[in-house]
C-alpha cells in the first residue's frame, strides 16, 4: 500500500524567507506525485504535479517540487515566500491505483 | 459553474440520522472521487467511481456508507444512522481521467 509522511505540521516563517516542505512516500513502483494547496476559506487546488520526465517541476506561484526517486521524496520549495502563501499544504502520491493518497499536511504561516 | 459543486455546504444532524450528500462533478469528468477530511489532518479516501461503477470502495469505514452515480455524473454519498466519529468535512473531487484531482468546497457534516 501506498503511504505519505510530512514531517513538518507547523511552519511560521517571516516574509522573504526561504521554504522548503518535506514529504516523503512509501510506494515501490513509478508514481505520480502531486501538492495541493488549500488557502483559508477555499477548496483544496493543485499546485503541481509530477508524471515523469524532468524531476524539477514547477507549478503556480513561484513553487517547485524535486522528486528523488532514491530517497522517495517529493520536498516542495519556495525561495522567497510571500504573506499570501498561508495555507495548508498536502502532498499526495498515486501509484497503482487511480487513488491518490494524501499526506496529513502541513500548516503554513507566513507572517509580513 | 465550472467547478466541482457539493451540496449542501454545512450539515447538522443529530446521532442516529440519515444523510445524503451531493456532489455535481465537472461536466465531462469521468472519474469522481469521495474523501472525508478530519481537523489536522488529510483528505482520506472513502470511495472512487468510473463512470456509473463503484471501482474501489475499499476506503469506506463500514456499511453505514454508501454512495452511488447512477447516471454517471452526479454522486450521492449516503450515511445512515450517524454517529459522532463522523463529523468531518466530505470532500468530492473530479478527474478527466488518471491525472489531477479537482475538488469542491466540501460539505461540512456536523453530527451532534
Known amino acids: 500500500a501506498q503511504s505519505v509522511s510530512q514531517h513538518n505540521h507547523h511552519v511560521i516563517l517571516s516574509e522573504a524567507a526561504s521554504l522548503e516542505l518535506g514529504c516523503n512516500y512509501s510506494y515501490g513502483g513509478t508514481v505520480n506525485l502531486f501538492w495541493y494547496v488549500q488557502y483559508p476559506g477555499q477548496h483544496l487546488q493543485l499546485l503541481l504535479k509530477?508524471?515523469?520526465?524532468?524531476?524539477l517541476v514547477k507549478g503556480i506561484k513561484g513553487f517547485e517540487a524535486e522528486f528523488i526517486k532514491s530517497k522517495f521524496s517529493f520536498n516542495l520549495r519556495k525561495p522567497s515566500v510571500q504573506w499570501s502563501d498561508t495555507a495548508e499544504y498536502f502532498c499526495?502520491?498515486?501509484?497503482?491505483?487511480?487513488?491518490?493518497?494524501f499526506g496529513r499536511g502541513t500548516s503554513l504561516i507566513v507572517h509580513p | 459553474g465550472a467547478g466541482v459543486s457539493q451540496t449542501p455546504s454545512n450539515k447538522v444532524t443529530e446521532k442516529g440520522k440519515y444523510v445524503e450528500l451531493r456532489c455535481d462533478p465537472i461536466?465531462?469528468?469521468?472519474?469522481l472521487y469521495w474523501y472525508r477530511q478530519s481537523l489536522g489532518q488529510g483528505p482520506e479516501f472513502l470511495i472512487y467511481?468510473?463512470?456509473?461503477?463503484?471501482?474501489?470502495d475499499s476506503g469506506l469505514p463500514n456499511d453505514r456508507f454508501f454512495a452511488v452515480r447512477p447516471e454517471g455524473s452526479v454522486s450521492t454519498l449516503k450515511i445512515q444512522r450517524t454517529e459522532r466519529g463522523d463529523s468531518a468535512v466530505y470532500l468530492c473531487a473530479s478527474s478527466p481521467a488518471p491525472g489531477e484531482l479537482f475538488f469542491g468546497e466540501g460539505s461540512r457534516l456536523t453530527v451532534l
Open positions: 509530477y508524471f515523469s520526465g524532468d524531476p
Open positions: 499526495a502520491v498515486r501509484g497503482g491505483s487511480y487513488i491518490p493518497t
Open positions: 467511481f468510473q463512470g456509473t461503477g463503484a471501482a474501489d
Open positions: 461536466s465531462g469528468h469521468t472519474a
